[in-house]
């Protein structure tokens, strides 16, 4: 599903404070893994998410995407990438707090084609919704949740448009133990209906859940 070939990635090029996040990083992955990707802080994790996700953009190498070359498409093609292939869930949860929970989990919807109206919408996201266990909370403003309920929503909004891979940024790092667990059940029950999941962490017990661990450091994947 995946394949990345000696990517580089360097920000600042050419000034006083340039910085090379990523270094000939090279790795696969199949359809249907669960991936953990660990490392300490500024090791490259969170670039290579963004790259995998296609939200950021890279200097040299090759990324495959579903056997489709990512380094060659429009940037239209990519935000239909970032939309309909590919789940991301964020740390912070990334929601619209004065929105309800129905409202969030809606938005993809919105930029994607063939959604249907309204109501079909809807439909789409109470079930989803139903999957995450928060489908009495659909009407709830977010801003009145827990940091688990927000996670639920979050992870339900990244797999609204069913996404063949899911990426997930540190997705325990805000949350207690007991509700940790309970967010990683989640994305195991997902991995286990076919979905590949990657889940970028520095929590060895959270890389303990998935089925391989990839470690980076100073950019370098080990």
């Avoid at 090279?26 to 991936?35: A, F, H, K, N, Q």
């Avoid at 912070?92 to 309204?118: C, I, Q, W």
Wanted: with cysteine; glycine share 8%.
């Amino acid at each position: 599903m995946i394949e990345l070939k000696n990517i580089y990635k360097t920000y600042h090029s050419g000034k006083s404070n340039e910085f090379t996040a990523l270094k000939d990083a090279t790795l696969t992955i199949e359809d249907g893994e669960m991936v953990a990707v660990i490392g300490k802080s500024g090791a490259g994790k969170s670039t290579l998410m963004h790259i995998l996700g296609c939200i950021d953009d890279f200097d040299k190498g090759e990324y495959f995407l579903n056997g489709e070359d990512i380094s060659k498409v429009s940037e239209k093609r990519r935000a239909v990438i970032r939309n309909k292939e590919v789940g991301i869930v964020l740390q912070d949860f990334a929601l619209v707090e004065s929105y309800s929970v129905a409202e969030n989990v809606m938005l993809p919807l919105y930029f994607s084609k063939h959604t249907g109206n309204r109501k079909a919408r809807e439909q789409k996201a109470m079930e989803i919704l139903k999957q995450m266990e928060m489908e009495r909370m659909a009407d709830k403003k977010v801003n009145k949740l827990s940091g688990g309920q927000k996670q639920r929503v979050a992870i339900a909004r990244a797999m609204i448009n069913e996404p063949s891979v899911l990426l997930a940024d540190e997705p325990t790092g805000a949350l207690d133990v007991k509700t940790s667990k309970e967010i990683m059940g989640i994305f195991k029950e997902l991995n286990e209906k076919g979905t590949t999941v990657i889940i970028i962490t520095h929590d060895m017990e959270v890389a303990k859940e998935c089925g391989r661990v990839i470690e980076i450091s100073d950019g370098c994947i080990l």
